[in-house]
Structures are given as C-alpha cells and as structure tokens.
C-alpha cells in the first residue's frame, strides 16, 4: 500500500531580508553591491525524508525553529520544496496558523464556504454541513459577524471546525490548539481520536509532549531543519528530554540568577535557594518520581526562638500544588536561630507529573498561627523548575498506586 505522505530527500530554503529599500537610489546601489548583508539563506529544511502510512498518527516535536510548520505548509502545497520530492495522497484537511485562509472582512458563515470551497467542497455538500461546522465550533451567535472581529480562539474553533467536517483524509494539525481553552481542547482530541479510530491520517505538531504521547504511536524529531529521529513514541521524546534537558537546566539557571535580595534589612532573611537531587548537585529540572532537596539559606541579625520556615509549589498556570512547612512538621527542631544558617527540607519522592512548576519559599518570626499573615520574607512563586515524565503520564500528582489482576475463584 503507497504512503499517504512521502518525502524523499526534501530541502526547503527561504531568503531572509534584514534591511529593505527605503528609495529608488538604495535599491540600485543595493544592486551593485558585491557582499549585500541583507539577504540571507535560511535553510527551513536539509535532506528530511519519510514516510507516513494511512491510518497512522505521527507527531512533531522540536525546538522553535526546527522547521516542524515548514513540514505541513510542504505536506499541504502552501510552499513548495527547493529541492526533494513530495508525495500526498488523500484530501487535506488543514489547521496550520491562526486565521490561515480567512479573509478578515467576511463572515464567520461566509468563511465556511470559503474554505470549503477551497478543501475542494461544493456549495451543496458545505450547505449540508453547516449547522454542524457551526455547532462544532460553538459560534452560533457570532456566526453572521466579520471574522475580524474574532478572538484567538474563536479563530482557532472555527478553522478547526472546518478541517475536521471536510471528510479529510489526511488531518495536519499545527500549535495552534494552543490557543484554545482547555474545554474545546478536549474537544478536539476527543475528535482526532475519532478520526484515528477511522483510519485517518493524522500528522500532529506540539510543543505539548503529554498531547503528543496521548495521540501519537509515532514521533518525528526535527532540529534545525533535521530529522534527529523517527520512531516509537516514548522511546523517541525520552532521547529528545534527555536532550533538551541541559537547555533547560541553563535556561532556569539563568533565571534565577536574576533573583535579587531586598536592599532593606529585615530580622529574618532568605539569601538563597537551591533544589538538589538526590546526589547533592544543584538542578531545576528533576525526573518525576525522584527525591529532592530543598536548601534555604538564611540571614537572621537578632535571635528569633522558634522561626518558621516554609515552601509551596504551583503549577505554572496558577494552581496550588501542595506545601509543607517546620511548624507542620516539628516546630521545635527549628530554632533559636541568629546570623547565617541553611535549613533542608528533604522531600522523598517528588510526585508531580510532566511540567513547569513554581517554588514558593517564606520564613516567619512567630510559631503561633496564623503565622503566615506576616512573614519576615517571602520569596512568592520566584523558582521555576520542571518535572519530566518520559512515561506518558498526565495531571499533576503520582498516585502510589499498585494494581493486581487475579481469576475469580
């Protein structure tokens, strides 16, 4: 059976221009210039080839810029390679950038016919699908207005609506479900399943790994303009954390080296905050599972007999986590305390799913609650850290659980 998609040594090359022309005179001498600095080849893609067969669901993973939207816009003839060849077969269905193939002045109703039209639809078969694109899309009261006047997300409903009511045989689904919120998002992986399930071609790019293990038996690794891998899903977002994770670590590292202490002298004081793991060595990016220290380093400038500390841990989004503090535990291993010091809290296995993480640290005078109404310093959602869970594994906390299987008597 032929490949619903095929590429064979596929390059794609953009010219980037830096500076343009601002008179006639600047255009000409621009001309006669031996090194024009303003043009520059950007290579999207290198020499990428493979093949995707009916009925499967391949993701796209990569770093901005590894030329995963490059790969649907050639997958759906938007663009055309500079050198390889391309093979489609089966209509497109397409969801590539917020408001592609809209025009901004027309009607929510009327850009259904538009972009029908063009996935190749007679004005008969949208006509018979219309009230289900608009339901679908949850547009029933904007349905007659100009799609200019569309939030992102009604944009994304809307385009994403269209693509999946034009019996596509091949769905291309870019970032851009990012956009919408967490219902509709259900919605629409409740959909591509649906078309999974129907042996529909589904070729899926996300920065949402979790998203892309939930729907896809295959991963495609880009990395400026290269394929890095191809293969099972896990086996393949496992190599790419393992990867990336450096990156990580740098980039959060950075970050917090931006932290500043407070100018103003205060009693008590936090000077720094570290999360080891289990070997002692700093990090911010931790594997799920794992143990974790956390080490608050402390300034005190007159005795305080029974201080307070405490940590707390959101999600990135907002959502509280859970928290822990000295006087939960035992106050009264903590303290007195005066000048410089470092308290620990050992944490035995972070059970925290695939993510970013927010770490929260305070320290406080009085044992006596509600100490927490006014603490000496506190330093609020200031440490980023993530979570990695190459294993499929979605929410926010690990059950310990332990499941068994056993016949009936």
């Known amino acids: 059976m032929s490949a619903a998609i095929q590429f064979d040594g596929v390059s794609k090359k953009f010219i980037l221009h830096h500076e343009r022309a601002r008179s006639f005179q600047e255009l000409v001498v621009g001309l006669f210039r031996r090194n024009n600095r303003s043009r520059e080849e950007f290579w999207a893609l290198r020499d990428v080839s493979f093949a995707v067969e009916r009925g499967e669901t391949v993701g796209i993973i990569g770093p901005n810029g590894a030329g995963k939207s490059t790969v649907l816009k050639l997958i759906s003839r938007i663009i055309e390679p500079t050198s390889g060849q391309i093979a489609v077969r089966g209509r497109i269905g397409a969801l590539l950038e917020l408001?592609?193939?809209?025009?901004?002045?027309?009607?929510?109703?009327?850009?259904?016919?538009?972009?029908?039209?063009?996935?190749?639809l007679s004005r008969a078969e949208i006509r018979r699908r219309l009230d289900d694109i608009i339901g679908f899309a949850e547009l029933e009261r904007f349905i007659d207005v100009p799609v200019k006047h569309y939030s992102s997300g009604m944009f994304v409903r809307?385009?994403?609506?269209?693509?999946?009511?034009?019996?596509?045989?091949?769905?291309?689904?870019?970032?851009?479900?990012?956009?919408?919120?967490?219902?509709?998002?259900?919605?629409?992986?409740?959909?591509?399943?649906?078309?999974?399930?129907?042996?529909?071609?589904?070729?899926?790019?996300?920065?949402?790994?979790?998203?892309?293990?939930?729907?896809?038996?295959?991963?495609?690794?880009?990395?400026?303009?290269?394929?890095?891998?191809?293969?099972?899903?896990?086996?393949?977002?496992?190599?790419?954390?393992?990867?990336?994770?450096?990156?990580?670590?740098?980039?959060?590292?950075?970050?917090?080296?931006?932290?500043?202490?407070?100018?103003?002298?205060?009693?008590?004081?936090?000077?720094?905050?570290?999360?080891?793991d289990s070997e002692g060595h700093p990090r911010w990016v931790f594997p799920s599972g794992q143990p974790l220290r956390i080490q608050i380093a402390y300034e005190c400038i007159e005795p305080v007999e029974r201080p307070v500390f405490s940590i707390l841990i959101h999600r990135s989004d907002g959502l509280y986590v859970s928290s822990t503090n000295t006087f939960n535990i035992d106050p009264t291993d903590i303290g007195p305390i005066q000048g410089r010091g470092v308290v620990s809290v050992d944490i035995e296995r972070l059970d925290l799913y695939e993510g970013d993480y927010l770490l929260s640290v305070g320290a406080y005078l009085e044992p006596d609650p509600p100490f927490w109404s006014q603490p000496a310093d506190f330093r609020d959602k200031q440490y980023r850290f993530r979570v990695i869970s190459p294993k499929g594994t979605h929410g926010v906390l690990v059950l310990p659980a332990r499941w068994e299987c056993r016949p009936c008597d």
């Open 99 to 120: 408001g592609a193939g809209f025009h901004p002045d027309l009607t929510g109703r009327e850009n259904i016919y538009l972009n029908g039209s063009i996935l190749g």
């Open 158 to 276: 809307l385009g994403f609506s269209v693509a999946v009511h034009t019996d596509p045989e091949i769905l291309l689904v870019d970032e851009v479900l990012a956009v919408g919120d967490q219902a509709f998002q259900r919605k629409c992986i409740e959909q591509i399943m649906e078309f999974r399930c129907a042996g529909c071609t589904v070729v899926l790019v996300s920065h949402d790994l979790q998203m892309i293990q939930h729907l896809c038996s295959r991963v495609l690794w880009l990395d400026q303009g290269r394929l890095m891998d191809d293969g099972e899903t896990d086996q393949v977002i496992a190599r790419y954390i393992n990867i990336i994770r450096t990156d990580w670590e740098k980039r959060l590292d950075s970050e917090h080296k931006g932290i500043t202490i407070a100018r103003e002298r205060k009693p008590l004081q936090i000077q720094e905050v570290k999360m080891l």
